[in-house]
């Protein structure tokens, strides 16, 4: 099973219960952040869901699967911007997966 954050947060779902329920058939994640009224594929932690408890509970069921972060950088930001993003995507990214030991 794929698991995707975002469309999760638009259904209001407790992402870290369907983690739970999902346990061994989870596969594959699709990490993006949203405000829950549309599907904005924002950065995580610049929308509402709850990451800390997602990651609480992908710790839980001993996760290895696919983290795929579907995300973007607008490219109406300036490139060196844009790079700067880019090396704190990937930190952010890093700083997560440490999360899940």
């Known amino acids: 099973m794929c698991f995707d954050t975002g469309h999760a ?6 992402i ?8 061994k ?3 594959c994640l699709h990490v993006h952040d949203n405000k829950g009224n549309w599907d904005q594929h924002l950065i995580p932690y610049q929308g509402n869901i709850k990451w800390d408890e997602f990651l609480a509970a992908l710790k839980e069921i001993d996760y290895k ?13 300036p ?6 993003m880019r090396v704190d995507l990937a930190l ?3 700083t997560m997966a440490t999360k899940l030991g």
Do not use: C, W
């Not at 947060?9 to 407790?14: A, E, R, S």
């Not at 490139?79 to 700067?84: A, G, K, L, S, T």
């Open 9 to 14: 947060n638009l259904f209001h779902d407790d």
């Open 16 to 23: 870290a219960a369907d983690v739970r329920l999902l346990d």
């Open 25 to 27: 058939d989870l596969a």
């Open 65 to 77: 699967g696919t983290f795929s972060l579907e995300t973007y950088i607008s490219l109406s930001m």
């Open 79 to 84: 490139e060196p911007v844009r790079e700067n």
């Open 92 to 94: 952010l990214a890093k």
